[in-house]
């Protein structure tokens, strides 16, 4: 045994090659946290001091070769400055120097994921031999990073500019016959054959048949590229990939300005500017909240994980109601291997659900990600049926019949009489309660809400909503089919709208009132994406459906009405004129579903609909302002995000959700809250709770309960507290 630690071991084997295995101890995968890089020192020097060696090859005893840095350290980190942030990667860069530095070749056997940090570990050795099965990349800059451990500087030194520009500034997880095409690999083999290749290879080199220092002296000079092809390769790249990435998300094109400014440098010039434009970007905004994004995404993971260890395992569903909804969620159960009844009592309605899954399976058969056979055998699992027939086997019904609790009830108590006692219901409903809906069942411990956002293939979340008499069983099961169905669950307690549109009604409200005060509303939603939105809430209304928002906001009316009157009959604050969300609606613009709404939709040629400017849906929005007041563009963002920030702080101490993890990850996922603000919990602490209250106390003295902070958020304020526990750095 050459050296021994808690994640790494190097131990001496036959032929004088020394195996360095990473196994960190008590963890399910490999990380370079703080401590394991510390290690990593120790074993390179171990292996510096050992003489005799023939070759080293790198390898892991875990199912993936190293997932990364370990990111619950970043904040801390960060927090520490640019100056701490340099001498770090220095230091690391020393470190995986030492290992590309060894005095005999070196090879490392790829077994799994090796992402971020891992990659780069595998970037330092001459030779690379990757399982079938196994996928490399380096995703920084989905964290607002970019690689920092020689990432920028070794990969395109090893599979050329372009190709490097790709992986960096997409972040992409890339196969191995992909990484073998591109030369990131030297060969790829069946998992089992690893240790073999990577020893054939290290004999090869000893033999003088390859030349290693050949390949290393190629990693450490200046890129091999003339001034016009450097100029043509960046200049374009970086065009296409700030309009790909937007404005709000600069670690894509910062990283190959990088990969531009250390081209025509040695490996330490390079590694220097790496290390100057990591530390950068480490302290913006954006990376700390895509940071938080990250960790509050494995509390939400970690937390349906726990849910589902508890459920029995679901081997047949069933959904109630075909069409478009019912069409979308038998796609997404059958895509991911649960088998799915999909009734309805209407043979055109069956029809339309089937020809809904089926235009989403060809899409992915176009994409080149399912073939033809593999795309019928998924087809299979979804039976069609017009009667109760089989459902006596079904483990959980999703009923996604129409909005209305008469039909639901109705639908829910005929089909609880026709499963078994052990079957779970649940209710795809977006506002309707789940106590309400229980009341005429015989077991409403076994039914639960189980909301599904459109389109159900693309929108990652599900709220699993918890009724009074909800049992822990139902929660568990449908946690765990929302995970098999690739669906991000979170566990909310019952209320009108539930989590994410009882937070997103009182944006709506925000907008009403403006319009109210005449303001321009395609100037809103301008603001409003340049905010960092998808896009603006004109727009977004039209997209949910002006009926759909009507109905809706007269559930929030009657269930907050202190806050949330004006949103019911479209009646603003003092009771007496509609809102311009109302008049739409009485006016017939339901939005996309009948092409006129606050703006025209016309179809463009790709057959997806695209708005253009209607004068009409302008004439009657003027006529719904009392008056005409000039808002800046800061003025329209306060009067839009707090009431939303409000009712999130509000749901939190209403206990309707467990965490502000949990409830900004609902909001990024639900409602395409923008991802590089952190959710709007983080966004009041970015801006300082203190600083949040003022700014709410100033609107509610004009506008009203919606915009007015809660007591306990008060003695946050005066407190200093912040919703998370690491403050948002300056």
Known sequence: MIYQGNAITVQRGSGDIATLTFDLRDESVNKLSSAVVAELEAAVKALQAERGLEGLVIASAKEAFIVGADITEFQGMFGKGADFLESMLHRVHGIFNAIEDLPFPTVTAINGLALGGGCEVLLTTDFRVMSETAQIGLPETRLGLLPGWGGCVRLPRLIGADNAIEWIAGGTQNKADVALKMGAVDAVVAGGQLEEAARDILARASAGELDYRARREEKQQPLKL????????FETAKGYVAGKAG?????????????????????????????????????????????????????VKKKGGQYEKQAQPMKQAAVLGAGIMGGGIAYQSASKGTPILMKDIKDEAIQLGLKEARKLFTKQVERGKLSTEQMAEKLANIRPTLSYGDFGH??????????????????LGEVEGLVSEATILTSNTSTISITRLAQNLKRPENFCGMHFFNPVHRMPLVEVIRGEKTGDAAVAATVAYARAMGKTPIVVNDCPGFLVNRVLFPYFGGFSLLMAQGADFQRVDKIMERFGWPMGPAYL????????????????????????????????RDGEDKSAIQ?????????????????????????????????AAIELVKGVAKESREFSDDD????????????????LEDGIVGTPAEADMALIYGIGFPPFRGGALRYIDAMGVEAFVKLADGLAEELGALYAPTKKLREMAAAGETFYAAPAHS
């Open 247 to 299: 404005p709000h998300y600069p670690a894509p094109v910062e990283a190959i300005k990088v990969i531009q400014k250390s081209a025509g440098e040695g490996r330490a010039r390079a590694q220097a500017i790496e290390a100057k434009a990591f530390a950068k970007l480490a302290m913006t905004d954006v990376a700390f909240n895509l940071v938080g994004l990250f960790l509050n995404d494995q509390v």
């Open 394 to 411: 079904v483990d959980l019904v999703v009923e996604a019949v129409v909005e209305n609790p008469g039909v639901k009830g109705a639908v």
């Open 583 to 615: 008049v739409m609606f009485e006016n017939h613009r339901l939005g996309q579903k009948n092409d006129r709404g606050f703006y025209a939709y016309e179809e463009d040629k790709k057959g997806k609909p695209k708005k253009v400017t209607d004068e």
């Open 226 to 233: 003339g001034p016009i092809e450097q100029m043509m390769a």
């Open 541 to 572: 209304l039209d997209v949910v459906g002006l009926d759909t928002a009507v109905h809706a906001g007269e559930v929030m009316a009657e269930g907050f009405p202190e806050r949330m009157g004006s949103l019911g009959g479209g009646a603003n």
């Open 636 to 651: 329209i963002i306060a009067r839009m995000m707090v009431p939303l920030c409000l009712e999130t702080v509000r749901c």
